[in-house]
């Protein structure tokens, strides 16, 4: 079974920077991609940076050059390192997995983890 476990997450000012992180646990794909997503109360959730297996990324306009995303696959480990955070990048963030394909564009990734708020103050 599939299980992915985000930290890092938290209250920080604007300009400032985190680094999120996911623990997976059972992926048994032979080739998948991993994402991350955020959301806001009452709105669509949002994906933020993919990767996929041979390491392409690729970003939401929003968060290019100032958000990376990396895996550490020796650890199972999912990173997005967020600079420059802004007050609108407030939300809940997820991180996500899916077996590579049609999947991995939109959001209609299988494995979810269970989020965690990141909030940055003007």
């Known amino acids: 079974q599939v299980r992915l476990a985000e930290s890092g997450g938290g209250s920080v000012q604007s300009g400032g920077s985190l680094r999120l992180s996911c623990a997976a646990s059972?992926?048994?794909?032979?080739?998948?991609?991993m994402g991350w997503f955020r959301q806001v109360p009452g709105k669509a959730r949002e994906g933020v940076a993919r990767i996929y297996s041979d390491r392409t990324t690729t970003y939401a306009d929003s968060v290019k050059g100032r958000f990376t995303i990396s895996q550490d696959n020796a650890q199972n480990t999912l990173y997005l390192q967020m600079n420059s955070l802004k007050p609108e990048d407030t939300a809940i963030y997820y991180c996500?997995?899916?077996?590579?394909?049609?999947?991995?564009?939109?959001?209609?990734?299988?494995?979810w983890g269970q989020g965690t708020q990141v909030t940055v103050s003007s």
């Open positions: 996500a997995a899916a077996e590579e394909g049609w999947r991995c564009s939109g959001s209609f990734y299988v494995n």
């Open positions: 059972g992926i048994t794909y032979r080739r998948y991609c």
